[in-house]
Structures are given as C-alpha cells and as structure tokens.
Nanobody, 124 residues
C-alpha cells in the first residue's frame, strides 16, 4: 500500500484560504484515486472531494463545491486541496486517502490507505 502524509493545515479566519498537501510514498502513486475527508469534533468522517488517478475527473461534496479545488502532480507524488472562502463549518481534521479501482469516490470504507490527518481551524 501507499503511505500518505498530509500537511498544510492551520488556523485561518473565515474567508481565508489554505492549501493542503497529501504526499505519497511506498508505491507508484499515479494509479491511485485520492480522496479528501474531514472529521469535525463529535461528527463522523465526511467526504470532501476526490480525484481520479489520471486527474481527469474530480468530485466534490456540495458543501465545498465552487470553493475547494483538488489537483494532483503525479510526478511529485502529491495531491493538493486548495480551500478558498473558508467557513467556520469547514473546521476539522482533514485526511487524504488512496484507493485503486472502483468507480465510487465518496465512501470512506472504499479507501485502503489513509494519512494521519491535519487540523484545519476556521475562526469566525
């Protein structure tokens, strides 16, 4: 399996931006679809967005559509989550996850490799 490490989290005011990175190691990353999930205190882990292994297809939760953008650089084994117009409800621990195969991208159980998470806090 591929190993994943997230970075880029932090504290930001509402309306601000952050860019999260998900760096992969261990195996060829280009064949993996990557998803971003987040977990707020006391809540279940929720789908944020995902990107096909080729980068040609991207999927977003309705709550982040038009504010968040996923991209990937397979040469650098890295996937990015650009988050703009952040809101306090975006606060949580953000995880990236990777999977091979299948055509569903919003279910956490479908992803076999996970990072340790990075905290994002948006103040009002």
């Amino acid at each position: 399996q591929v190993q994943l490490v997230e970075s880029g989290g932090g504290l930001v005011q509402a309306g601000g931006s952050l860019r999260l990175s998900c760096a992969a190691s261990g195996r060829t990353f280009s064949g993996y679809a990557v998803g971003w999930f987040r977990q707020a205190p006391g809540k279940e882990r929720a789908f944020v967005g995902a990107i096909h292994w080729s980068g040609g297809s991207k999927y977003y939760a309705d709550s982040v559509k038009d504010r968040f953008t996923i991209s990937r650089d397979n040469a650098k084994n890295t996937v990015y989550l650009q988050m703009n117009s952040l809101k306090p409800e975006d606060t949580g621990v953000y995880y990236c996850a990777a999977k091979v195969g299948g055509n569903t991208y919003s279910t956490a159980a479908d992803f076999g490799s996970w990072g340790q998470g990075t905290q994002v806090t948006v103040s009002s």
